[in-house]
Each structure stands twice: as C-alpha cells, then as structure tokens.
C-alpha cells in the first residue's frame, strides 16, 4: 500500500475552521451581554470616593482598633443603605481608615453629608445641660411618621425609661417660658451653645428641633418635629436606628467623577482601544502573513476570554484597567511574536515548515514563559502595596498575562498546527512571511 | 527586514562604550535636573484640590475664571482640555473642604448641566503612595533578581537590574525635562515600565543563554563579544516588532485615550523605548563586560594553580 505522503489533510483544515466558527458564534451571541455586565469603576460611570480617618469622640480617650473600625463600617453599610445604592465598597485601610466607594450615585451632596454625620443624637436644655441621649431611645426604634394634625413629616422614637423621660419633662415644663425648651441636637460638640447655634440658618444649624415643653408627657413615644420632608426624615430616622457612629470621621483624600464626565473618559478611552488594537492586527498581518492572521483570530480570543475572567472574578473596570486590557493585547502579541519569530528562523535554516513550526513552538515557550513570570512579579507586587486605582490596574495586568498565555501560546499553536499539520503551508515560506532566498539550503 | 547575523554588518558590542558614555552623560544631567528642577507633582502628591468642570461647548480659561470668582473663589491655575477645549481643570493648593466643594459642583452644574469631578488629597496621602511605589519597585527588583539567579545565573540578574533602574530613571528624567505633571497613574505606568524592561531584557538574555551553551568553548571577551552580537541582532525583529504594537496601543491611548490617561501613556511611551534601548545597549553589555572580567579571573586562578599542581 502507497499512501499518498505529500497529500493534503483537508479534514484539519475543516476542524480549523469548525473551531473559528464556533468560537466566532459564542463571541458574536455573548460578548456584548459580557460587556454590559461588567461593573464600571467610579471613574467611569461617575460617583464619589472618600478616604476617611477615623479618630475618637471628642474629649473620649478610646483607642481605634480592629474591632471599632469593623463598627464603624457596619455603621456606614446600614446609612448607605438608606441611600439605596446598589453596589457600594466600604473596606478599611491601614490602621486608622476607612474607604467608602459609592458608584453611580447621584445626589453626591447629600450623601456625603449623611456619612460623616456622627449621628449622636442628645436632648439639652437651653443651657446646653445634657438631658439625654441617644443610648436613652430604644435601638431600631426610630421611623418616619407625620403628625396627626398638619400631616407634616416628623421622626418619632420611642424612649427606654417612661419615668426618666417623665422627669425630664416635668423639670423643663416647670421653667419660665422662652426657658422651657427641650433642644434636640445631632451631632453636639464640646464648645456648641444653643444660644449661638440657634442663630444659624436652618441647614447649617446642629440643632434638629426644639420644642417647647408645656407639660409633663407620660409617654415614651417622642416626636422630633423639624423642617423635614418625607425623605429628609426617612433619612433621619435611617440614621439612627443604624446606631451613632462610635468615632469621629475626617475627610482625608477625596475624588468625585460627574456622570458625564466619567461617560466621556470611558468612550475616550474605548476609541482609544479600538484604534490602537485595529494597528496591531494591521501590522501583524502585514508583517507576519498567515501568521499573523492566527495571530488576530486569537487576540480576539484573548480580549473576550479576558472579558469573561474579569466578570467572573466580579472585578471593577477602572481607567486604569482599559489601559492594561490594551495593554494587555501588546503582551499577548509579543508571545506571538517571540514564536513567529522563531519559526521563521528555524524556516530560514533551510527546515520543512511542519519541523520548523515543531521546533519554533518547543523553543520558544521557555522564553515566553520566564518573560511573563518576571511581569507577574512586579504586577503582584503593585498588587500588596499600590491603593485602589493602582490596584485594578495590577489585577487587569495579572488577568491579561495568564489569558494571554492560554490564547497566544496555546490557542495560536492549535490553530496554526491544524494548517501546518494539513501539508497545505509546504513549501510556501512567503505565506510565513520569509524569502525564498534567504532559505539556507540543507 | 530579515536580521541574519552572518549577512549583517551590524557590531553593537564594537559601540558599547558610547552608549555607557550617552546613558551615563543623560542620566548625570538627569540627576541634576531633578535635584535643582524637580518633578512637576500632580495634586496627587501635595495638599490641594483639583476640579474638572465640563462644559458642553468651547470655554476659555477667562470664562471659567469669571465663574469661579463670581462663587467667590480663586483657583491657583486653570487648563483647558479636550478636543474642542470643553473641559477646564482647576487647582486649588491647600484643598476645599467638603462643603466647598460641594457648593462648587453645585454651582457648575447649574452653568453647564454637568457635575464637575474634584480630587482632594492631603500631602500625608501622597507621602505614602509615592514610598509605596518605591517599596514596591525595590520588593519587585529583589524578587526579579531571585527569580533570574534560579532560571539563568546572577550575573544576568544583576544586569537586568542596572538596565531596570537606568529605564525608571530615565522616566523621571524626562518628565523633569517636560515638566509634565505627577500623578497615580504615572506611578502605574513606571511600575508597567519595569514589568516590560524585564521582559524585553530576559528575551535577550535567554537567547544569550541559549547560544552559550551551543558554544564548545568561551575563552575570552571576543569569544564573548561574539555571542552577544550574535543574540541580539537574532533578537532584533522580535524587540522592534514588540515595542512597536506595544507603541501603537501606547501611542492610541495618547493621542484619543483623553485626560485621564495622557501622563500614563506618554510615561510608557517614553518607557519602551527606552526599554528596548537599554535592553539592547545597556543589559547585555553590561553583562558582556560583568562576565569578562569573571572569566578573567578564573583563567587567573587556574594559571596560579597550574605551576603548582
């Protein structure tokens, strides 16, 4: 029996095409759905970033620790969950801070203000006598309501101690008139005075209400009557069943992204990607033929896969984050290169294309290998020290290289050994991008 | 553009003393350019507040000026960017407060319908992303000599090293040059410099490896000489190649990528470039005279022992 050696294997080229197709088909039904699930970072899609330290009360000597940070934050969750937003990050950071991220929001004023507020609630007299406080109410039990007579919005809690509140009452209903207020104030500070605080515009003041007290009320439901709206009291009575924050928050590093500007950078730098990834593909090609035309089949590969990774890990894309992808596309086709290259060397040196392409592949997976480990490296790094941005940055970079290796080193030698393998490349080094001259004869 | 060693007249070992002599003479005067002038710090690094306030039509500084005045407040500097100049990005050193800037973004989005993107940094902040990257590129440096004393030798290692430190230097000499500003994503763009440097040099060394052990016998430094010239001018088509698509992306995120990118890609412009050259010109020359002088030391205990023995 004679085989026909030199034959072509045309079956391989059909499984070369089966997986183009089908690969093609997946990217083509799920990428954008892909796409559209990734979460945006708040540099894209607009939203605000606050670093705070957190340092004690006031005139209190407690120590910050693990245990009042995790408080802290836990505080922080249930106040931003009256602001109904979808996904935010609290984390802590180093010893003392705390990192809050809220994406997508859009009243960032009022968010703000609503996180930093202490939300200590005390009943004073007008001489700023400490009456009660906000350990006096009962926990969780603060909600909005409206009062029965002109359906205003007020916030009602209920007090622990009936008899303690009937006191209070008595004491203050007993004073002249003018006298006999029971000051409500958020957030009281050592140095506060009712006498210059009440002088404030309403926004700025402490002061939440102060009602006069006429009679003594034997009751433990209490009603703070202020200029509230439905929203503003809802907020209110947010505040404090999440309990008062047991720490002092500063303001130390901040970013905000207006909606549209975040818009903008995004569409920026996908254009950007667009015609940086299209100049790739095009000198690939030019320079590296058929080749090259692998090479573009799986750098395609290579941004879906990483697309898919991304999604999969629940990562955010930031600025910075597009920029490694792209980057990350440069990497991947330096493994092509780096093989490509071999490859034709070992063509020139007068081999057969299925032996070349053996050896090219063998010998340059070493070089791919210790190129992309030494990357790995000083990405992980970044990874443990850099801060949030930095941070995104090292994740995409870390993604791209290891999804560059599955689709540039693995992807791109199964689907050129379907072709060469099929005996149809024989003797054809121009497709491989190398002269018929500069082959060394055997 | 076929790079065959027998056919090419390139020689980069023959030049080598030039190239020591034009990195060390930029990178001196570097040094002294950044000791006198100084890197241009981003808001990033000091006290303060920058803003960006997008308009949707063109803008002058003069209007953008008015209106911040006319909010009561005087911002340090004002620039235009964008294609048709509709962003402006104001600065304020010391930072606003949260009310402040909270009034501010209010005040421009009743002007121009957008709400205005503010960074506000205190110094400690900056301090210590900035010591960061530095730890980071030290821890990153030992472990990359680690690495490569394992998989080649330490000599490689240490070369790879000194091309390292000549790229990252060479990034903060040019943008004391420029004067461009010192922001996060420059930090990144060093760190990725340094990834890439490595990259590029270990390709190099690795063929130089290879090649090494195909020789029979490595006397002296032209028998060295020869091997280096030999790898690189073998690893030419891929070092060009890679930098230029690296280039492409690089330079794309440049000129479209917008505001937020433009330090970071132009920092890895600059980088790959100089990644390329120093992995070229720098690395394996260094190594080339580093090895040299070791095997000259062993030819010198060997010929000391032998009279005895």
Request: cysteine-free.
């Amino acid at each position: 029996m004679v085989k026909r050696r030199k034959g072509v294997k045309k079956s391989l080229i059909a499984v070369f095409f089966a997986i183009v197709i089908g690969f093609g088909a997946l990217i083509a039904w799920n990428a954008l759905d892909q796409a559209e699930d990734i979460s945006l970072g708040l540099d894209l899609q607009g939203g605000f970033e606050v670093l705070y330290e957190v340092t004690p009360v006031n005139g209190e000597d407690t120590e910050i620790n693990r245990e009042l940070l995790s408080d802290t934050v836990s505080a922080l969750n249930a106040r931003i969950d009256v602001l109904g937003v979808s996904e935010p990050s609290i984390t802590i950071e180093g010893d003392d801070r705390v990192r809050v991220q809220l994406a997508g929001i859009e009243d960032q004023a009022s968010a703000r203000e609503l996180l930093s507020t202490q939300a200590r609630l005390s009943f004073r007299d007008i001489n700023d006598e400490l009456m009660m406080d906000g350990s006096d109410l009962v926990e969780g039990g603060a909600r909005q309501n409206f009062t029965a007579d002109t359906n205003e919005p007020v916030v009602q809690v209920t007090v622990e101690d009936a008899n303690k509140f009937r006191e209070i009452t008595q004491d203050i209903s007993n004073r002249p008139l003018g006298e006999n207020l029971l000051v409500i104030w958020l957030d009281y500070e050592e140095g506060d005075s009712y006498a210059t605080e009440s002088m404030k515009p309403e926004e700025e003041s402490k002061i939440i209400s102060a009602p006069r007290v006429r009679k003594t009320i034997p009751s433990r439901d209490v009603e703070i009557s202020g200029n509230f709206t439905v929203q503003s009291a809802n907020e209110l009575a947010g505040i404090l069943n999440a309990g008062a924050l047991p720490v002092e928050l500063e303001e130390i590093d901040s970013t905000s992204v207006g909606a549209s500007l975040g818009e903008r950078a995004m569409e920026q730098a996908i254009n950007a990607g667009i015609v940086g990834i299209a100049l790739i593909f095009a000198y690939m090609l030019f320079y590296y033929r058929f080749m090259g035309g692998i090479a573009v089949l799986t750098l395609t590969a290579y941004i879906y896969v990483v697309l898919v990774i991304f999604n999969w890990l629940n990562a955010v894309l930031t600025l910075p984050g597009i920029a490694a992808l792209i980057l990350g596309v440069g990497m991947a086709v330096d493994a092509n290169i780096i093989t490509y290259e071999r490859i034709k060397e070992e063509l020139r040196s007068g081999k057969s294309a299925i032996s070349a392409f053996k050896a090219g592949s063998r010998r340059s997976l070493s070089t791919i290998l210790d190129a992309n480990i030494t990357t790995i490296i000083a990405a992980s790094v970044m990874y443990v020290y850099g801060t949030s941005a930095v941070q995104g940055f090292a994740v995409m970079l870390i993604v791209s290289i290891l999804t560059s290796f599955l689709t540039a080193v693995f992807g791109s030698r199964l689907l050129l050994g379907l072709w060469v393998n099929s005996r149809i490349l024989n003797k054809k080094p121009r497709l491989f991008g190398v002269k018929e001259r500069d082959i060394n004869e055997l | 553009m076929n790079f065959e060693h027998e056919e090419s007249k390139l020689d980069f070992v023959k030049h080598r003393k030039k190239f020591f002599l034009i990195s060390g003479i930029f990178l001196l005067g570097g040094i002294i350019l950044l000791a006198t002038l100084g890197l241009n710090l981003g808001i990033d690094f000091r006290a303060g507040t920058t803003m960006d306030v997008l308009a949707n039509e063109t803008i002058t500084t003069e209007e953008i000026q008015s209106h911040f005045e006319d909010a009561g407040y005087e911002p340090e500097d004002i620039r235009l960017a964008g294609e048709d100049s509709t962003t402006a990005r104001a600065k304020f050193v010391g930072g606003l407060t949260q009310k402040e800037t909270l009034e501010l973004q209010g005040f421009f989005e009743d002007i121009y319908g957008n709400t205005p993107s503010v960074s506000t940094v205190t110094p400690m902040v900056g301090e210590e992303l900035a010591r960061n990257a530095i730890i980071s590129v030290l821890i990153a440096s030992v472990g990359i000599i680690l690495y490569i004393t394992v998989r080649f030798q330490f000599l490689y290692g240490l070369s790879a090293i000194i091309a390292l430190f000549h790229d990252a230097l060479f990034i903060l000499v040019v943008f004391s040059m420029t004067q461009m500003e010192v922001n996060i994503p420059f930090i990144a763009a060093v760190l990725t410099i340094v990834g890439y440097s490595i990259n590029d040099t270990i390709v190099t060394f690795d063929r130089i490896r290879e090649n090494m052990s195909l020789e029979k016998r490595v006397k002296d430094f032209d028998d060295l000489a020869r091997i280096v010239n030999k790898s690189l001018i073998q690893t030419l088509a891929r070092s060009i190649n890679t930098v230029l698509t690296v280039v492409f992306a690089a330079a794309a995120l440049f000129v479209l990528g917008g505001e937020g990118l433009r330090t970071f890609s132009f920092a890895l412009v600059v980088g790959l470039v100089a990644g390329t050259y120093s992995s070229l010109f720098i690395a394996a020359q260094v190594w080339l005279v580093l090895k040299s002088k070791q095997l000259k030391k062993q030819k010198q205990k060997k010929m000391e022992l032998e009279p005895e023995g």
